[in-house]
Each structure stands twice: as C-alpha cells, then as structure tokens.
C-alpha cells in the first residue's frame, strides 16, 4: 500500500476530507483540475468553490442543517471553522462571503505539508495499491464519469435532471388523504358501503391519495401557471427537459393536462363521498420508515418560496412540512444505494470511497459531512485496523450516511432534514419547533458521549 491517500477533487467534500487525513498524520495527494480545466459551473481557481447560493443555510438547531453545521464542529471541521470565520449578516442562517471563504481553505490546504496539491484531470482512477476518495461533484467531467461507470460496474452514471419534493407523512391532514393504489381503490358494483371502506382500511400503504374537486384543482392550475421559476445555467437549459417534464411547464399547456397526467382521477373514489374525484394527486413513501413521502409526477422548477405555498393548496397539505424542495439542475451521481455502504466506501473495493454529491447528499454542508465521514474511514483503511466509523441514524451525519446506503429503486439525492431521523420513543410531540429542539438533542447527547 502507498504511503499516502490520494483525493480526486477540491471541492467541498475534497478539502475538508484533505484536512482530517493530514491532521491523523497522514500524506496526501490532491486532484484538482482547476485552473488547467474549468467545468461549466466553475470560474475560480481556489478550492472549495461556491457556484451556487452562499449560504450554508441556517444556524438554529430547530433546522436539521443547523444541526448538522453543530455535529461537524464537534469533529473539528476545517470548513465549518471557516465558513463561521468568513460568514457575512444573513439573520439566523449561516452565509458567508464565497470569496473569501475559498480564498481561505485554499490556503489551509496549501499550508499543510502532508497535503500535495496537483492541479490535473484525473481520467482513470488506479487504485491498486492505494485508497482513493472520489470527491468530484455533480459536474464529474466525462471521461472519469466513463471510468467511474467501469469501476462501480454500472453502465451510466445518473443524471439528476428532476426531483419532486418531499414532506412529512405526520403533517398530512388524513382526514382529506387515503390510501390505497388506483383501481383498487374504486367502489365495486356489488359492495356496500360499508364494505367498500372497510375494504379501504386494509389497503397497503405504499401510496398516499389527495383528491381534488373542480374548485380546488382549478385554484391550483392558476397559480401554478403563474408561479415564479428558477433561471437555470445555460448548459442546464440544453438537457433539463429530456426525460422529465416539469409540473409547471405540463400545466402551462391547457387547464386539464395534469388530470389526464399525473393528477388523474381515474381509478379512484373519494373517501368521503364514494365517487370519483375531479383530480388526485399521489404521495409515494420513501424512505424504508415511512416517515417521508415525495409529490408523484411533481418535479418541478419553482422557486423553493413558490412550492410551499402553492403545494399546500393541495387539500391534505394545507400543513405540509417540506423536509426537501423539489430542484432541477445537472448533478451527475452514482447509485450509492446500491454501491455504498454508510461509511462512503464502494462495497466491491475497500479502497474506494466516494464524497460530496456524487454520492446522492444534497447540498454545502451535507457535502462536508460525507468528505469528512469518507475521511475517518480512509485513515481507519490505511491503518489497517479493521474498524469502520459509522454514524448513530440518530444524528443527521449518520442518517444521511444511511439514507444514501440504503436500498431504494427510486433513489434521488437527499439534504439534510429531520424526515430521515428516527422517530422519538415515548409521546407525540405535536409542535413542531418542540420536536426538532428534542431531536437535536438526542442527536447531540451521542455526539458528547462519542467524545468523551
């Protein structure tokens, strides 16, 4: 085995996985390909650079990043250390000045004297005899996609053009919502009412139904067609519409395009009234727990500010808790689900790990935490100790670990939130503000007792 570790990007999850292998004492090469290559998104030549938004989202422990910003500092995280040093006012969220901010992990990282920089394209990941961290985020260049494809054993890498959003199933008013899977869910010829719904309780819970009346869905249809959109990049705009149709852009092409797609009624009886509704929208589980549940068919463009408020003129998410936004940009990532473990490493190649978002976490911070889970796991490999350091699913580092590691046909990539947290043992905590304060809690009293 080398005497070093190498890493094959500089971004988020590359840096700040860069520091926590120089601080156990071992060398490291670093991969950039920065400024000899820029990808599409990319203009600066430091490390660890911002293209999007500069906030790192908020502060407050009622916010699952939040809490995840407090567990990265308790593992001494080099970025969250700069990212408060550097930070700039934006009220309880954490943002910070992107300049300044790269400026500064590049010079932490080019200071450090196990850390070796080498500005070059990686095309071909050899792994033979060394362990290897692929941190090269969603805009992975195509000749390393082409190899990471022949290493995973996978024929393409994904690409991430849609994703609907995703609530809490215990903010879903079932008083409007039901169960149940289209045709079965109809009233039969020959059943009595009464054993239509009872027929209705046994259903299998995969699928979770909205109906609509002509009103409500009509209310619905204008605002959507009205609602504010994302300006996507230019070279997003050649590719986003592909494969996936955003719900805003179906709506736009007549008042009843959605009832004959993704809100069809067809197959369903309202609960409350044994007929048929004038539109249905569906839920599907998705995680293993139930706890969240993502809009079927909803992919969407809308701005986040958008999409809470005109999703919730869905009848039964009148309360909706967004635990993620629906997003459309380019985001190449692997099936971690089926080719990770939940400490980042290939489960084909102990020698491979895998950081930021091309594992399928979603976001500045999220991409920290799989950079720094990747790292302590790669210095417990090249000691050779047999030991894997896997997160509590009690802390959002751990749950995110396992969200991206677990088995999901309809895997998409993930951000932090406290949907994929188990729940809390004892009584329902109805408010919401009280419920996030005593996760994070929970989440924090592991950490202590880690440390001790």
Not at 188 to 211: A, M, V
Not at 325 to 337: A, D, E, F, K, Q
């Amino acid at each position: 085995m080398k005497d070093y570790i190498t890493i094959i990007g500089g971004g988020l999850a590359g840096t700040e996985a860069a520091y926590q292998i120089a601080k156990a004492g071992i060398k490291v090469k670093l991969y950039e390909m920065k400024p000899t290559k820029f990808s599409e998104a990319h203009s600066n030549q430091n490390l660890a650079e911002i293209v999007c938004s500069n906030s790192f989202k908020s502060n407050l422990l009622t916010n699952a990043c939040g809490l995840l910003k407090e567990e990265l500092r308790k593992l001494d995280s080099l970025l969250i250390k700069i990212a408060d040093e550097t930070q700039v006012p934006a009220g309880q969220a954490l943002a910070v000045d992107r300049e300044k901010f790269s400026k500064r992990v590049t010079e932490e990282i080019e200071k450090n004297p196990l850390i070796e920089i080498i500005h070059k394209e990686v095309e071909c990941v050899d792994n033979e005899d060394e362990i290897v961290i692929i941190a090269t985020g969603p805009l992975t260049s195509d000749k390393l996609a082409k190899n990471i494809s022949t290493i995973t054993g996978e024929d393409k890498l994904y690409f991430y053009d849609a994703a609907a959003p995703i609530v809490s199933k215990e903010s879903i008013n079932f008083d409007i919502a039901f169960y149940g899977n289209r045709y079965d869910q109809e009233k039969k010829k020959d059943e009595s009412l009464e054993e239509w719904l009872d027929r209705q309780q046994k259903q299998e819970k995969s699928y979770i139904n909205l109906p609509m009346n002509k009103e409500e869905y009509e209310k619905f249809w204008e605002n959507l067609v009205e609602a504010e959109v994302v300006t996507l990049h230019e070279f997003e705009k050649r590719e986003i519409f592909e494969g996936c149709m955003p719900i805003e852009v179906m709506a736009k092409r007549g008042i009843d395009t959605l009832r004959f797609g993704p809100l069809k009624p067809v197959g369903f009886d309202d609960l409350r009234t044994a007929k048929r509704p004038y539109a249905v929208v569906q839920l599907r589980q998705d995680n293993l727990e139930g706890t969240i549940y993502n809009i079927v068919g909803f992919q969407t463009n809308l701005k986040f500010g958008e999409q809470k408020r005109i999703f919730r003129m869905i009848p039964g998410l009148e309360n909706a808790e967004f635990e993620k936004y629906g997003v459309m940009h380019r985001n190449t990532y692997i099936n971690s689900t089926k080719l990770l473990d939940n400490t980042y490493n290939l489960r084909k190649n102990n020698n491979i790990y895998f950081a930021g978002q091309i594992t399928g976490v979603e976001g500045y911070v999220e991409s920290i935490s799989s950079g720094m889970v990747a790292a302590l796991n790669a210095i417990e490999r090249f000691k050779n100790t047999n030991k894997k350091i896997q997160f509590s699913k009690n802390t959002i580092i751990g749950s995110l670990a396992n969200y991206i590691s677990t088995e999901n046909n309809k895997f998409q990539p993930m951000n932090a939130n406290f949907g994929i947290l188990p729940k809390l043992e004892g009584k329902k905590i109805k408010d919401k503000k009280e419920r996030y304060i005593k996760l994070s809690e929970r989440s924090l009293k592991q950490f202590n007792n880690i440390l001790q």
